[in-house]
């Protein structure tokens, strides 16, 4: 067996569909179905069923170590790039869109100053999203709220940012600060209760006495504000969110009257695996700019 073949066995028990594993392979579906067929044949047993398409217990067993060998590797390459060529290196983060847009272009031109051939790649998610991706080591650092596992995971505070009350323009509303009882009738545009945003503004709400009405449930902040802007109701957003919009003359946002929300900005990173040095330089940079 080869690390090709434990590739194509781990994608293929991800996807649990052999045209979809090998569409994301880029390789035929027929030459995945041999790859399979092959090295059950090695190690002398089904790695999946073909009725329904699953996953053995011997399959799992070894999908499981599969990944511990991948990710083996990846560590080493990355060991080894470091030694023989810092700069030649690829680093994964992972952002909300919104938050990419805020903090990336003030550092990415000095750290491509610095690592010009560090190829960077950037995935775009809401939270839920992230904490999934660098739990299955598909991110290298994540950009995002402090994680909740501080015994395997480093989250390295770089920034704070205030919770607003982000309302359509035309909304009249006379108050400097925003006293959240005061919209207790009106729609609300609420994040999952599985995203940070999302909890908080229902926690807003109770402790100001009521269940907000939500009008509409979204993953994301563009949607949200897409709808504020429409004006169809209101929402919870971010400072940074809000500092950094084009056109921000279709929502006003206001502070939070006796409760002013805030929340922590930090790059967070597995412990446990090999960090490279342009990870680390770049950690350093988000430090020194925020």
């Known amino acids: 067996m080869n690390l090709n073949q434990l590739k194509y066995i781990t994608v293929t028990a991800e996807e649990l ?95 491509k100053e610095e690592y010009p051939d560090c190829n960077l790649a950037l995935e775009e998610h809401p939270t839920d999203i992230l904490h999934k991706m660098l739990e299955e080591e598909k991110i290298d650092i994540m950009i995002d709220i402090p994680y909740g596992d501080p015994s395997n995971y480093e989250s390295i505070i770089i920034a704070k940012e205030k919770i607003l009350l982000g309302l359509p323009a035309d909304w009249i509303y006379t108050k400097q600060k925003a006293e959240i009882k005061d919209f207790s009738d009106k729609p609300f545009i609420m994040l999952t209760e599985r995203q940070y945003l999302g909890k908080l503004g229902r926690r807003i709400c109770l402790k100001s006495g009521f269940s907000p009405k939500i009008f509409m449930e979204c993953h994301n902040l563009e949607t949200a504000y897409s709808m504020i802007k429409q004006g169809f109701g209101l929402s ?29 900005i930090a790059v967070v990173y597995n412990k446990n695996n090999y ?16």
């Open 17 to 111: 569909n052999i045209s979809k594993a090998a569409e994301k392979l880029y390789i035929s579906q027929p030459s995945l179905s041999k790859s399979i067929k092959m090295l059950e044949e090695e190690l002398g047993t089904e790695i999946f069923t073909r009725k329904p398409f699953q996953l053995t217990y011997a399959g799992e067993i070894f999908v499981k170590w599969a990944n511990q060998v991948l990710t083996s590797h990846k560590h080493l390459s990355q060991r080894i790039s470091d030694i023989v060529n810092e700069k030649e290196i690829k680093l994964t983060i992972g952002m909300s869109p919104f938050r990419s847009t805020s903090l990336l272009p003030q550092i990415i031109s000095k750290f």
């Open 275 to 290: 960090l490279p040095k342009p990870a680390k330089r770049l950690i350093e940079i988000l430090k020194e700019t925020f």
């Open 236 to 264: 919870f957003i971010p400072e940074m969110f809000a500092k950094n919009l084009a056109d921000n003359d279709k929502m006003k946002c206001l502070e939070i009257d006796n409760y002013n929300p805030e929340r922590e």
